[in-house]
Nanobody, 130 residues
Framework: VQLQASGGGLVQAGGSLRLSCAAS????????MGWFRQAPGKEREFVAV????????VYADSVKGRFTISRDNDKNTVDLQMNSLKAEDTADYYC????????????????????????WGQGTEVTVSS
């Protein structure tokens, strides 16, 4: 499967952006699609994830209530609607796929680990000016 992320840009604090990740290829291998981000000088961190089938979502505490992840199986896309953006949301945002279905242990802890994801798209840059 291949992933193409888009939608990044420059926005003022308090504003909104919508990121999109388009999947192509063997999309039947997708069980979870997530978003991660990496700010300059920092490690990559989990943002949100959604099941490819079903409606389970998990969010990082830092974005809960402000970001919404959604998917469109007909278009093979997963979007990340980001509202009330803050300067600390500035980062490169990456979408990723986890093909493995099973989860051992805490769903939240497992899906928040970037090691669980086997396919990554290129980053899309989000800059929030304060």
């Amino acid at each position: 499967v291949q992933l193409q992320a888009s939608g990044g840009g420059l926005v003022q604090a308090g504003g909104s952006l919508r990121l999109s990740c388009a999947a192509s290829g063997l999309t039947s291998s997708i069980n979870y699609m997530g978003w991660f981000r990496q700010a300059p000088g920092k490690e990559r961190e989990f943002v949100a994830v959604i099941t490819w089938r079903g409606y389970t979502t998990v969010y990082a505490d830092s974005v809960k209530g402000r970001f919404t992840i959604s998917r469109d199986n007909d278009k093979n896309t997963v979007d990340l609607q980001m509202n009330s953006l803050k300067a600390e949301d500035t980062a490169d945002y990456y979408c990723a796929v986890r093909s493995r279905l099973g989860v051992q242990g805490s769903l939240r802890m497992v899906l928040a680990s970037e090691r669980e994801y086997n396919t990554w798209g290129q980053g899309t840059e989000v800059t929030v000016s304060s």
